[in-house]
Structures are given as C-alpha cells and as structure tokens.
C-alpha cells in the first residue's frame, strides 16, 4: 500500500504540469503566458464547430473561438492544444484547469454559470433546439410527433427541453437515449427512431454526414433558446475579459466592415472606430493585460465574425447554414457586440 | 478438445472417412440429427461470411458510391482509404515512423522473450522493462531535445491507443499488483487489510466506472495547479483496475509455492525482501504467466471502453470514421468498420490465448498425475 | 510466510534502540503505524483538495440534489416514474434496470453455457466443433463490440413498425421492440392469487412427502403429474370463482408506433442477447473443464450401475462437476453484473447511463454521483459473492 502511495505522488511529480488556476497566486494569462500554449476545450467532432480535416487541423466556429484567444496572445494561431471532450467531461475538464477555456458548443444557462464554477464570455452561436424526421413519415411539424420514438444525446439540456416540450403539449413520445453521438446517429440510421432532435445548428451538420442529405427534414419549430458560447472559470476576471472581448472584437469587426483581407489597408484609416478597434487610439489592448494590436492580431490571423461563420458553418461551408439569428444587429439579426471605447 | 483427442477413437488417417463419420458422425439417430442439424448451420454460416465478404464485397473506389449499389457487401475501400487512420489516428504522417519504430523495438524485445530456450532472458527483461519503456515514451511523445517533433496524445488514435493503454496498463500494473499480492498475504493485519480493501473494492465495480472516476473526479482530487493529460488519466485508471486483478493472479501463484520454500528461505536468515525477491517470487511469477497473459487478453479487450469517455482506441476511431464521414455513407460502411475492429481484436486475443494454452501445456509437463 | 524469528533477547534491564530495530515486533508495529500514517495524509490530501477545489469554484455538493426534480424522462421504467419525479426516483429507475438485465442475463447465460460446455464435449465430432468455434470467437471480441454488433444487427434485420412482424397472441415485433398484450387484472385478483400460492404450498407438501418415502423406502413415486394438477386446478378454479378478473390490453397500430400493451425494448433484447451470448462462452468452457474434472472412473461405475447416458450426466457427473464449476462461475455472474453498465453505449436506461450519464451532467456533481454508483455495485458484487458462498457450500462434497 505505501508503495502505491509513493508510486502515486512519483506520477504526480512527473507527469503533473503546472494549469491555470482561478484561485492561484497567479492569473490564467499569466500561465497561459508561461506555458507558450493555449489549451482550449472543444468537441469531440462536430462538423462545423469543432472538427479535425482530412489533414488532421482542428477547423470551426469554435475552433476559431480558440485561435481568437490564442491569436490576441500570442499572435500565433498554431499555439493551441485542442483538448477533445465529451458532454460529461467538459466542466470538469475547465474546473480543474486541464483547459483554460471551453468552447464546446455549450448553452449558457443559468444553473451552469452559478452552481458549476463557469463564467461565459459571451455568445458565439444564436441555436434553438429542433427535430430532424425522415421525410418519408410525411411529418410537417413537431405537434405530430405523438406516440413517436425520439432520439437524443445525454448529458446535454436537449433532454429536458424535449420532456418540457411535450409535457407541456400533453404530447406522448419514448425518449431512447444514448451516450455519445455517434451512436445516436447510428440509431437514427437504423431506424430506431423515428425523430432525432438537437440544436438546429447540429442537425444540419449531422444531416450532411447522414449522406442522404435529401431523405431527412428539419421540422420548423425550435423548441428552445440554445445560447452557445465560450466559457472560462470563475474567478479570474482578466482572463473572462481576454475571451470576452476577442468575441467582440470579431463582432465588432464585421459591423465595421474590417475583414482579414483588408485589415491592412485600414490601418490608415481616419474612421475613429476602426482605429480604435485596431489598437491605435486608447489603450485597451493594457486593460486586458495583452499588446496594443491584440484585435489586430484576431482579425488578421483569424477573420471577422462573419467571415468565421461563412467559413464553417454558413454559405461557404457544407452546411450553407442562414445567418438567421447570427446576423449582425442592423441586418435583423441578434449579434450584437459592445463597442470598444 | 485435446482429452478426447487423446483418449477418443482412432483418427481419421488410421480407419479411412467412411468408419470415421459413422463413429463421429452417425452413430445413432440422435447423433444423426443432431450431425445434420449442425451440418446446416455451419454451411449457411460459412456462405453466408463467404457470400458477405467475398462474393457481393466491393474492393475498389474512392469513396462510398460503389458501396452504395443496391446489394453489395463489405465495403472494403472503406477499410483500405482509412487503414492509417486506424492504425494510428491523427498521428503526424511525416512522424509515423517512430510509432513502426516503436513497434519494432516492443517486438524485438518480446519475441526472444517469449520463446523458451533463447538465451539471455535476464538482459532481455530489464532492457523491456527499464530500457523500452523510456525510449518509447521519448519516441512516442517526441521532445525538443532529441529534435523529435512532439506529438500530443490527443492526436494518437486507432491501434496505437488500444496497444498504449493495455501494454502500459499491464506493465504498470504489474509491479503494483506483486506488491498488492504480497501485502494481502502479509502477516502485518492493517497492511493485509488495507490490500483486501483495494482489490475487492476494485474487483467490484465495472471498469466503466473506473474510467468515469478517471476522468471526471481525479482532476479534483488534485491540487489546483496540478493537471494529467486525458489518456494518462485513463492509464492510471486502467493500471489500478487491473492491478487488483493481476494481485489475485499472482496470489494464486504465491499459494503455489511450496511451505518448504519459505521456511528454508528463512532458515538461510534471509530477510523478508530477500526471501520474497531470490527465493518465492521467481518461482510463484513463472507458476502465474499463463494467467498473466490471460488477464492481458482480458485488458486488452476492455481498452475498448475508453472510448466510452472519448478517446479513439480502435474500436472509438471506427465508429467515428463510421459516424462522421458523410463521403463514405452507405448500408455496409458501419458492418464492414466494425467487422474489421473486430478481426483486429480477435487476432491479438486468439493469438495471445493460443500462447497461454501452449506455454500452460509446457510448465504442466510432469505435475500431471 | 513466517517473518525470521530472532532468538529471544537476552534479559537485560533496559533495552537499547538496536534492540527495538531487531524486534520484529517492534518493526512491525512501526511499519503499519507508518503505513497508517501515510494512508490518513493520502485521505486527508484528497479530501481537502477536492472541498478546496469545489468551494473555489462555487460547484454544489451534498447529497441533496437526490430531492430535486430530474426533469428528463426515461425509456424503460420497473417502477412508476415521470420527468416530474426527483433524481433519487431515476437513481432507483436505473437500479432496477441493472438489476433486471443482470438476473435474467445470468440465468439465461447459465443455460447457454452449460449447452455449448456439453455440446464441446460432444461424441458428435461437428457439434463439438461448431462449439469450439462458438467459444474461440466470441471470447476473443471486446464485450463492447460484441454489443455493437448485436444492437445495429437486430435493428437492421427488424421491420419498420409499419410492417410489424405479426407473432401468435397479438405479438408484434419491430424496431421499437418486442410488442405483446398486458395483462390487466381486475378486482377479486387477490383470490387468484391466493389459488396459486395454495397450489404451490400443496405441490411443496406432495414433493417432500415422496422425498421422505423415497429416503425410508427407496421407492421413487412420480409426482410431476398430481403436481402439475394440484397448481393448475386450484388456481384454475380460484380464478373463475373470482369471475376471471383478467383482460387484455392489445397493442395497437399508433402513427409511428404501436401503441398500448407492453414493449420489450430493443436495447433490452441486444443487451441480454449480447451479455448472455458473451459470458457464455466463457460459462462453457468453466463446464467443460468441471466435467473434464470428474474422474473417467465415476462414468463407469454409472455405466456399470445400468444408468443411460442422461442420467450419468445428472445424477453421477454434474453434481460432483458443480464443485469445480462453482467458484469460477460466481466470477462470471460478477462480470456479467460489471458488463451490464456496457448498456450505456447502446441506449439502454441501466444506472451508469441514467445515474452516472444524465444525472451526473445535469447535476455536475460528478464525486457523489460516481461514489454512490461505484457502491451500488460493490454492493451488488458483495451480495452475489454471498449467495453463491452460500450455495457452494451447499453443494461442496462432504467426505466422511
């Protein structure tokens, strides 16, 4: 037994690596700093949020969330360790400093940013949960689905959003739950289900890897408000505004027409906002402990909000997924950025 | 079936096949039955793999539309275009040699190993177990050091992490579960108590749990500056799982060993490390190695549960290749991904279960009465 | 395993500290108390790390979120449950699932194996080796696989519910499972129940009659059939004297799915097909190598007694078999126990996957969520472990 012990703090002693902490003596930036490396919790693999390419690179809207960060830091994209994580593990995952940040397509609720030690830094993706059938049930809208059997991932406020929905249209269904999605997928497939439901955003791109593309519908109703975004641990202000205001800063960035390609044309430019935005009026690169050029290094390494979505999950992508909610503000939309004064 | 072999009737050779398959085959009406009965099933199993795999089986094309025929069967391209990806997940293809390398080093030392009769046995244990382990952990994760790329474990997949986890599962649990053997037999009552509390309790619950314990309540556990990389997490897991069970097999050797033995290694005066180390543990080891490849077998099969909390071992790397490659859709992707998971377990389980029925039937020579 | 006993110290007024080294007494008392002392800081750390970690982070613990309201629902219940019940009721709803899989599983494994152990040591040199195959393969793939492959293979080879396989009583069966007619059962039932336990009580009270005669005489009387009469009759007219308080309810075609009557879940069906199937393999060949444990000698004397080969195998070598089988096969039904929590990589509602899979991410309180998970099947381990001590010992060979 005591030999088990030694063995236990060997481990700890070799293979244990300083992480970020909330509570420690220093702040996440400065770990993060000291580690040359962002590690940044994202999905196992979900087309268009977090996934690897044929070539084996992280791409997505999340992943891009992470470049963000990783770019106002270090101006260097490639200085990320992408940590893969299930529904289950992701807050443990960010409680206990393996990751400094999670951006996991995970929904902002209330109980998550109280009880389980999370902060969120904002919202990178409007998504609404909803139901994909196969069109041969002739289903038009989600009120139909009595009596069906109903696919869904544990681990996720898609289960209950599913029982509150029907619970409060006294409507019947059999839940068949299952852990990881693939599975579910695999169900759904088989025909073990005859609805599957989740965040609309995750339908469209699953309903691509189904290859039939054409055989399954997204039904119209959107049953919930799925607000997915970024989130860090709690206590360490700083670090909550790094992540926070790279978010906005890729907002902001679209509303004011920067984009990657232009970026460096603008640097001339007499509109006070921009130059704000780019670091050459105010010193708001300081107030979040980072270079005057952090935005700049965002924009330029990553890209304006609008050109991450095009990119991965809207009309540049596969998905060809509607701005929809995602829109800009002035576009009838809901992104909505605080400006940087 | 080695006993009837032995004591059964004449072989086939010696009374030509007609006498054979009365005797084996149709000895009364009940054998008759039962002879056609199973004749049946064997036929239509054997077309039914034969017609799957073989005769309907596609074997060329770029992506899933040749699968996608009405009727077809196993989707071999699938297998083929996706091989490396199996074998070693998102493993940097420039860097994929070391992994090969790897391999080469584990078989060069295990295979003279393995084999009775080669010499220098001694020198061969402690370069696999001193030397290998260093030089593959240095290989496998790189360092800037030696001017190897570093590899993080969240790029390894496939084969790699299902040899990973259950090699250094077994090898660390291995001095663990000697120590925890040898602590339940230990005269000292909290020590023996404190070893059966360990293994009953881990023999109790599912590795599943184990793994769930792993990775989601052992980061806080540790101090707040302190993190573990996922896999290593799920090694740890994995070695204090099967080191209860190996202490129950090593045990079971300890028991082997003669009462004589002990008391004439107490007789020499030698202390209890020496007794255990030079006299009963060598002879209680060589007693066990059967029931240590088994309890290999056995890892290595439950490796696949890590997928479960999101690694891709073999088995993780084919459902999601099967799962999230919409290029590849079609009815036989999914049979054909896990039908070749399956094969690859099969063959190092059968191999590994016909080395520890071999080596049995050797160290069993002259104990039978 | 003695420790070298010294000579005993010669008798000296006071003892010096070499002398308290040599002690072996003295050792090992320091020994353990350092062990001892290791294990409380190891406890300790543990403990204070994570109450430090949870309250630096503002993460809930206790045990008090077994009150508040799951909120999800789920597929397959033993006991009523609504998503309005409390976590503590969906802890209960897994439970009996587990517990549910794992006693038929266990049962039904049984019988497989003890058919292939025969059949692989069968005369018939094609049974035997279609067992051997049997046992090869299927002890050598990951039980998860296996899983795998009997979950996705029984969906596909099932029909859509539109065109339900239609099975004799109103059966149907489908990808949504096995549907068949529920028994629902009227007032007066508690006569007929009474019926049957009559019954029963006079089948016991005819056995250990014969028993008795049969120990004193010799003589074995057949009482299968007065059994057989006795149960059926008296249960049969308890039930048309309650004026037959049994209907039906039929499973009927719904939109999507039948509706009404009971369902056997598919991923019910996969996991016990897939566990039995599995663990069975390794059942028969713990078998075989009971019977192959029983001496050639005892087939004889059997034989030369004038038994026929059916009654060797019951009466002479099964029973002295058992010992050998017994231990081995306590282990088996503790693995099929242990692999029924599999159930969470195909959808069926067992405590890992409602407990320690929904209920953990809802709650986020993963320690005592894992903790308690984790006893449950010590628990159940303990409690097999128990019982099958208790029938080993039954069954053990006494000599003398």
């Not at chain 1, 069109?135 to 599913?162: F, H, M, P, R, Y």
Request: charged share 15%; proline share 5%; net charge neutral.
């Amino acid at each position: 037994m005591r030999y088990w012990i030694a063995g236990c703090l060997a481990v700890l002693a070799a293979f244990g690596q300083p992480a970020g902490s909330a509570m420690a003596q220093s702040s996440t930036l400065d770990t993060v700093k000291a580690r040359g490396q962002l590690q940044c919790g994202v999905n196992t693999g979900l087309a268009g949020f977090s996934a690897p390419d044929d070539a084996g690179q992280w791409k997505g809207l999340d992943v891009d969330m992470c470049r963000a960060v990783a770019a106002a830091i270090f101006k260097d994209v490639s200085k990320i360790k992408y940590v893969p994580l299930t529904a289950k593990e992701r807050f443990t995952a960010l409680q206990s400093g393996e990751i400094d940040m999670l951006a996991r397509n995970t929904t902002w609720t209330m109980s998550r940013d109280t009880g389980a030690g999370l902060s969120f830094a904002g919202i990178n993706y409007f998504d609404g949960q909803g139901f994909m059938v196969k069109k041969a049930l002739d289903v038009v809208s989600a009120k139909e689905l009595s009596g069906a059997s109903i696919c869904v991932q544990t681990g996720t406020t898609t289960e209950l959003n599913l029982a509150d929905y029907f619970r409060t249209n006294k409507i019947e269904y059999d839940p068949v739950v299952f852990e990881k999605l693939p599975e579910v997928l695999a169900a759904y497939n088989a025909g073990r289900c005859d609805a599957f439901t989740t965040d609309v955003s995750q339908l469209y791109s699953i309903r691509l890897t189904l290859g039939n593309a054409a055989e399954h519908i997204v039904l119209p109703e959107i049953i919930s408000k799925e607000p997915l975004g970024p989130a860090v641990r709690q206590g360490d202000a700083q670090w909550a505004n790094i992540v926070r205001w790279s978010l906005n800063a890729m907002i902001n960035a679209e509303e004011l027409g920067v984009t990657q390609a232009n970026v460096d044309q603008l640097k001339e430019s007499k509109n006070p906002e921009v130059r704000r935005l780019l670091g050459f009026e105010g010193e708001f690169g300081k107030s979040i402990g980072l270079d005057l050029d952090w935005s700049y290094q965002i924009i330029k390494l990553v890209g304006n909000y609008g050109e991450s979505f095009d990119r991965n999950v809207g009309a540049g992508s596969p998905l060809g997924i509607a701005r929809g909610q995602n829109a800009l503000w002035r576009d009838g939309g809901l992104q909505y950025a605080p400006p940087i004064r | 079936m080695r006993v009837s072999a032995r004591t059964g009737p004449p072989r086939i050779e010696a009374i030509g096949p007609l006498r054979w398959m009365r005797e084996n085959l149709f000895s009364s009406a009940f054998n008759s039955a039962l002879t056609v009965i199973g004749g049946v099933i064997s036929v239509w199993l054997a077309w039914g793999v034969a017609d799957w795999a073989l005769l309907r089986a596609v074997f060329t094309g770029s992506d899933g539309s040749a699968c996608r025929v009405e009727g077809a069967g196993a989707c071999w391209p699938f297998v083929i275009h996706k091989f490396q990806m199996f074998m070693y997940g998102r493993y940097p293809d420039d860097q994929i040699w070391r992994v090969n390398f790897t391999y080469f080093l584990a078989l060069a030392g295990l295979v003279p190993l393995m084999l009775p009769n080669v010499p220098g046995k001694l020198w061969l244990s402690i370069y696999m177990i001193v030397v290998f382990p260093v030089i593959a952990f240095f290989l496998l994760t790189g360092s800037e050091w030696l001017g190897l790329e570093i590899v993080e474990t969240e790029k390894w997949g496939g084969l790699l992490v299902t040899l990973v986890v259950a090699c250094v599962g077994i090898a660390a649990s291995f001095p663990l579960g000697i120590l925890l053997a040898l602590a339940r037999r230990s005269e000292l009552p909290l020590i023996k108590w404190l070893a059966i509390g360990f293994i009953e309790f881990v023999r109790g619950v599912p590795l599943v749990t184990v793994l769930f314990f792993a990775s989601v309540m052992l980061p806080l556990f540790l101090p707040e500056n302190v993190t573990f990389d996922k896999l290593l997490r799920a090694l740890i897991g994995v070695a204090l799982f099967s080191a209860a069970y190996l202490a129950e097999v090593v045990r079971g050797g300890l028991q082997a060993v003669p009462r004589g033995q002990f008391e004439a290694a107490d007789a020499l005066g030698l202390n209890y490390p020496l007794k255990m180390g030079l006299i009963v543990l060598p002879q209680a080891l060589k007693l066990v190695i059967p029931g240590i490849v088994n309890s290999f077998i056995a890892l290595f099969k439950d490796t696949s549960l890590v997928l479960i909390i999101g690694l891709f071992d073999l088995l993780g790397i084919v459902q999601q290749a099967v799962a999230s490659d919409a290029k590849w859709f079609s009815p036989q992707t999914a049979v054909t991904g896990y039908v070749f998971a399956a094969f690859v377990f099969w063959l190092f389980c059968f191999s590994m279960s016909r080395y520890s029925a071999w080596l049995e039937s050797r160290l069993d020579t002259g104990h039978k009465h | 395993m003695k420790r070298p006993s010294k000579p005993p110290a010669p008798a000296r007024f006071s003892r010096s500290l070499t002398d308290y080294i040599y002690d072996p007494k003295a050792r090992a008392l320091a020994l353990q108390a350092i062990v001892a002392l290791l294990l409380v800081w190891f406890v300790w750390a543990i403990v204070d790390n994570t109450i430090r970690n949870l309250e630096a982070q503002g993460i809930a613990s206790g045990f008090g979120f077994l009150d508040n309201t799951a909120g999800f629902d789920i597929s397959q219940s033993l006991i009523a449950y609504a998503n309005t019940m409390s976590y503590g009721r969906a802890f209960l709803v897994g439970l009996f699932n587990t517990l549910l899989v794992a006693v038929i599983g266990v049962v039904l494994a049984t019988i497989v194996g003890f058919v292939i152990g025969i059949a692989r040591l069968s005369g018939n040199w094609l049974i035997a080796a279609l067992a051997s195959v049997y046992i090869e393969t299927l002890r050598n793939i990951p039980p998860l696989l296996m899983l795998f492959a009997v979950y996705f293979g029984v969906l596909k080879a099932l029909p859509s519910p539109r065109n339900s396989l239609e099975l004799p009583f109103s059966s149907y069966l489908n990808t949504r499972g096995l549907y068949f007619p529920a028994p629902v059962w009227g007032e007066g039932t508690w006569l007929f129940v009474a019926g049957v336990l009559v019954g029963v009580a006079g089948a016991v009270f005819l056995y250990l009659n014969a028993r008795r005669k049969f120990i004193l005489t010799g003589k074995a009387d057949s009482i299968a059939l007065p059994q057989l009469i006795l149960v059926v009759g008296v249960a049969a007219i308890a039930f048309l004297a309650a004026g037959s308080p049994l209907s039906f309810d039929y499973p009927q075609a719904g939109r999507f799915n039948l509706k009404g009557g009971m369902t056997i879940l598919p991923e019910f069906i996969a996991l016990l097909a897939g566990l039995t199937l599995y663990t069975a393999a390794f059942i028969a060949e713990i078998v075989r190598s009971g019977i192959l444990s029983v001496a050639k000698g005892q087939h004889e004397a059997a034989a030369a007694l004038g038994l026929h080969r059916g009654q060797i195998m019951r009466l002479v070598v099964i029973p002295q078999a058992l010992r050998v089988i017994i231990p081995p096969l306590t282990n088996q039904y503790l693995n099929l126990t242990k692999n029924s929590s599999l159930a969470v990589a195909i959808g069926y509602p067992d405590l890992v996957s409602v407990f320690a899979g929904t209920v953990l991410n809802q709650t986020n309180q993963a320690v005592e969520v894992i903790l308690i998970t984790m006893s449950v099947y010590l628990v159940l381990s303990l409690l097999t472990s128990v019982f099958m001590n208790w029938f080993n010992a039954r069954v053990a060979l006494v000599e003398r």
